[in-house]
Each structure stands twice: as structure tokens, then as C-alpha cells.
């Protein structure tokens, strides 16, 4: 079972579509240096456990890296092999589990196009409206060993998660738990990337209703 804010729970927003993180870098920092390590890295649907990409910044530019999807959960919730799954989603910032990632250089931003809510056996998928570029809010760890399947023992990857919150109108309709931190603005963006934890935390609050449309739901 995949842990949710380092606690088993109902699944919630392990799924999304990432197919123009190389078209938004350019379009959103376009004043910026930016270095895409991401190679062959191409369009696709995004899994708990895959390699994405995320955003991040280092130096005086910005940095498209690959990197893989679930931060290290707190050892309790390891299996008894000292398997670890990962947390996909991240709520309860309070905890001092997350406290060490919480400033400018472990905070990255998720491109995505479309996100899916799991509703009565089906997928809904949420997009922004007016398709304006958007970024997940995210936290990322570089380096780190662990086992993530027993079958390939111990390997080190950079890993990442994105936050959630409450949900907005659209949201709340499918799954009225929680919602992905979405950033819409770049005056948000740097201020995820940027800023220090007691002004970037706020960002950790819905997406204004009527910002997000429902694309498909599929069965």
C-alpha cells in the first residue's frame, strides 16, 4: 500500500499527465537560464514509483531534472523487509519528518497538464481552465538510498512528492478530502522556489473555484 502524509489512507491523486514539461519551462521562464537534464524523458501518464519531471532552481537558472515519484516515508512505515513504497502526496506539514525538506533547496515545482481523482471505479481528470500553464507544489529529495522493490535491493534515487490541501468546488465534487497544491501565478512560482517556509506555506491552500475543469473521466 502506497502511504499517504506518512499514513496509510484512501487513495487520492496518484495519477497525472505530464506532456509539455519542456514547452512550459520555456514558456513560463523565458527570462531565465534554464538546463534540461531530462533527456529522453518523453510525454506520459505518471505513476506512483515513475521517473517525471520536475522544476527546480540552482544558480541563477532553472533546472528540468528527472526524478522519481515518492519521498521517504517515516520508518514505521516501512515493511518488515525495509521496503519502502514512498508518500505520493504531502499534508501534515507539521511533522517533523518533513520539517528537513522544507526550505528553498528542497522545494521543486511538477509540471502537469491534467491530474486524475479516483470517483466510483472511474478516473476523473481535472485541467486548468483556459489550459494556462500550472505547476504541482512540490518537495524533493536528492541521493537518497532505499528499497523500493525487493527485487532491485537498495538503489539511490532523487526522489519528490507535491503537496495537498483542502479542495475547491471542482475538487470536492469527486474527492472531498483533499486536492493537489496547484500554482497558477509566477509570482507564486518564485515564491515556492524562493521564499522562506513561514511566507512559502501559505501557498498550501486551494485552487480558486471555477480554475479547473473536468476533461474526461474514464472507467
Known amino acids: 500500500m502506497l502511504v499517504l502524509d506518512g499514513q496509510p489512507g484512501a487513495a487520492m491523486c ?3 499527465n505530464q506532456t509539455t514539461a519542456k514547452e512550459a519551462m520555456r514558456r513560463v521562464f523565458p527570462a531565465l537560464p534554464w538546463d534540461d537534464r531530462t533527456g529522453n524523458l518523453g510525454p506520459a501518464d505518471i505513476y506512483p514509483d515513475r521517473t517525471a519531471a520536475i522544476v527546480r532552481a540552482e544558480g541563477d537558472g532553472m533546472v528540468l531534472a528527472p526524478a522519481r515519484w515518492g519521498l521517504p516515508s517515516p520508518p514505521q512505515f516501512h515493511s518488515k523487509s525495509g521496503i519502502d ?3 505520493t502526496n504531502v499534508r501534515n506539514l507539521a511533522s517533523a519528518h518533513w520539517r528537513r525538506w522544507l526550505g528553498p533547496a528542497h522545494r521543486c515545482l511538477v509540471p502537469f497538464d491534467r491530474f486524475a481523482e479516483p470517483f466510483s471505479g472511474t478516473n476523473v481528470w481535472f485541467a486548468p481552465t483556459g489550459g494556462s500553464p500550472a505547476f504541482f507544489a ?6 537518497w538510498t532505499s528499497i523500493r522493490k525487493l527485487r532491485d535491493g537498495a538503489t539511490t534515487d ?3 512528492a507535491f503537496l495537498t490541501c483542502p479542495p475547491n468546488a471542482e475538487v470536492a465534487a469527486v474527492h472531498p478530502k483533499a486536492m493537489p497544491v ?3 501565478e509566477p509570482a507564486e512560482w518564485e515564491m515556492w522556489l524562493t521564499a522562506p517556509w513561514p511566507i512559502a506555506s501559505t501557498l498550501q491552500r ?3 473555484d471555477g480554475a479547473l475543469t473536468v476533461v474526461e473521466r474514464v472507467d
Open 14 to 16: 496518484n495519477l497525472y
Open 85 to 87: 513504497r514512498g508518500v
Open 138 to 143: 512540490g518537495l524533493h529529495v536528492p541521493a
Open 158 to 160: 532523487d526522489l519528490f
Open 182 to 184: 496547484i500554482l497558477t
Open 206 to 208: 486551494p485552487l480558486r
